[in-house]
């Protein structure tokens, strides 16, 4: 029997986790801490097709079962690939790489990817046919039209299925690869910063004179003390802290690794500040219209326009960049600021060495930084 929303409403945690099935495919998964999640399963391909859909009540029953559908469509689109082509592994990898680690919007786009610009010309041959002249005529045309970002976007999902199809024994060879410098370069992302020392100094008075939300105010302040991303301020959880550490888990971070952030003294000083009006929740900084859900990604942008920095001045991104350029003209080692910013390595086992060997040093890093703050501000 269906769901309604009487009986979602009503759900109470258990000792242990437990789920109330709805129809077609999609259930409400309810844990001991109170977090329902709705989840759907289907059969494709002689396999078994699991998505987590997102947590209830930001996804309504409603909303559940349009995704729902929405997924079982492009099921019924896609479940008949002949074997041996680049569509078959491209469906393989997309399944497997795709489904079950990324975010049903991410998901998403790459699902529009592949079917809008590269199965129509590359789905009926076979992997080792193709060649890197013809996928670069096809990133031409998308170039063309001005999207150079979607091409080299579109250049990484086939670098990706042509991998996983080498690793598998259903390709012979990574064609992007040979296309490198072939194709225009991306624009390099500038977010509008702040680095006079007088005028960081100016934000900081600002935005401890901030007359808004309590919770907003300690947000910017974090964001800046710790130089982590904005998504990553934003949906930080009380669980995360441990002492002196946050640690952040590898599905919230943009390279999918986890991450270690030392608090400074004054991180922590936020912390305290707002603990006695969000640590009753998960999140540490909430939306004011409900707590399971986090401040906006306009929030801080909202704020600091309120502040009188204009769009063309700073925005809640370029702290990072006021991180970065401050601490590089303060002679701080390149790779603990670089590691401090979460800029992986490509050397995934040097990498591993520095997360581990330079939290003492990034340590040292984010109390000098907090200090610096703190100076200028005066």
């Given at each position: 029997?269906?769901?309604?929303?009487?009986?979602?409403?009503?759900?109470?945690?258990?000792?242990?986790?437990?789920?109330?099935?709805?129809?077609?495919?999609?259930?409400?998964?309810?844990?001991?801490?109170?977090?329902?999640?709705?989840?759907?399963?289907?059969?494709?391909?002689?396999?078994?097709?699991?998505?987590?859909?997102?947590?209830?009540?930001?996804?309504?029953?409603?909303?559940?079962?349009?995704?729902?559908?929405?997924?079982?469509?492009?099921?019924?689109?896609?479940?008949?690939?002949?074997?041996?082509?680049?569509?078959?592994?491209?469906?393989?990898?997309?399944?497997?790489?795709?489904?079950?680690?990324?975010?049903?919007?991410?998901?998403?786009?790459?699902?529009?990817?592949?079917?809008?610009?590269?199965?129509?010309?590359?789905?009926?041959?076979?992997?080792?046919?193709?060649?890197?002249?013809?996928?670069?005529?096809?990133?031409?045309?998308i170039e063309d039209q001005g999207h150079v970002e979607t091409a080299h976007r579109v250049s990484q999902i086939v670098g990706q299925v042509l991998r996983y199809g080498i690793a598998t024994g259903q390709a012979r060879h990574d064609i992007t690869a040979d296309l490198k410098g072939a194709l225009i370069p991306r624009k390099p992302e500038h977010f509008p910063t702040l680095t006079d020392p007088k005028k960081i100094g100016g934000l900081m008075r600002a935005i401890q004179a901030f007359s808004g939300s309590v919770v907003v105010r300690c947000a910017m302040l974090f964001q800046i003390y710790t130089a982590v991303r904005p998504g990553e301020m934003r949906k930080a959880e009380w669980k995360e802290i441990d002492g002196d550490l946050w640690k952040i888990p590898a599905e919230r971070m943009k390279k999918r690794r986890p991450h270690l952030v030392p608090l400074s003294s004054q991180a922590i000083g936020v912390l305290e500040e707002i603990r006695p009006l969000t640590g009753g929740g998960e999140l540490i900084f909430p939306s004011v219209r409900s707590k399971t859900r986090p401040i906006s990604d306009m929030t801080v942008n909202a704020a600091l326009r309120r502040m009188g920095y204009a769009q063309n001045e700073l925005t809640g991104h370029g702290f990072r960049?006021?991180?970065?350029?401050?601490?590089?003209?303060?002679?701080?080692?390149?790779?603990?600021?670089?590691?401090?910013?979460?800029?992986?390595?490509?050397?995934?086992?040097?990498?591993?060495?520095?997360?581990?060997?330079?939290?003492?040093?990034?340590?040292?890093?984010?109390?000098?930084w907090g200090d610096?703050?703190?100076?200028?501000?005066?």
């Open positions: 029997m269906a769901l309604t929303n009487v009986e979602i409403k009503r759900a109470t945690p258990r000792e242990k986790r437990y789920t109330m099935r709805d129809s077609e495919g999609l259930w409400l998964e309810i844990t001991p801490a109170g977090k329902k999640t709705w989840k759907v399963r289907f059969k494709a391909q002689g396999r078994e097709i699991k998505h987590t859909l997102g947590r209830y009540p930001d996804i309504s029953l409603k909303e559940a079962r349009l995704k729902r559908d929405e997924i079982r469509l492009e099921l019924v689109n896609h479940k008949s690939v002949p074997e041996g082509t680049f569509k078959a592994l491209a469906e393989e990898w997309f399944e497997r790489q795709v489904v079950p680690v990324r975010t049903h919007g991410h998901a998403r786009t790459i699902r529009s990817r592949l079917d809008r610009l590269i199965l129509p010309y590359l789905g009926d041959k076979p992997p080792a046919d193709i060649d890197a002249p013809e996928l670069l005529a096809i990133l031409r045309r960049a006021m991180f970065s350029t401050i601490a590089n003209e303060c002679q701080w080692p390149s790779n603990v600021i670089e590691l401090q910013l979460a800029h992986v390595d490509k050397n995934s086992v040097r990498a591993a060495y520095n997360h581990a060997e330079l939290l003492d040093k990034r340590r040292e890093l984010l109390q000098w610096w703050l703190d100076g200028v501000r005066l």
